[in-house]
């Protein structure tokens, strides 16, 4: 079972991966001659964003752990 103070950090990953793999399917369903560069560089980078997000939250909770093993 997840650690109680880690729940907010596993729903933020959980909610980022299921936002990146619905980018990268809107990403690899888009038609480059019809989308927009603009639109096209704007997915990628919030794809981008939430991959940052997702190892943010996953660094907190080894740091967290890490603290729990030495305290």
Known sequence: MADPNHIESMDQI?????????LENKI???DESTTAPDDYAAMRHEQERLRQVILQR??????????????
Request: hydrophobic share 15%.
């Open 28 to 30: 690899n369903e888009s």
């Open 58 to 71: 996953k660094s907190e909770i080894e740091r967290n752990n890490w603290s729990d093993l030495k305290g």
């Open 14 to 22: 959980h909610s980022s991966e299921q936002d990146t793999d619905a």
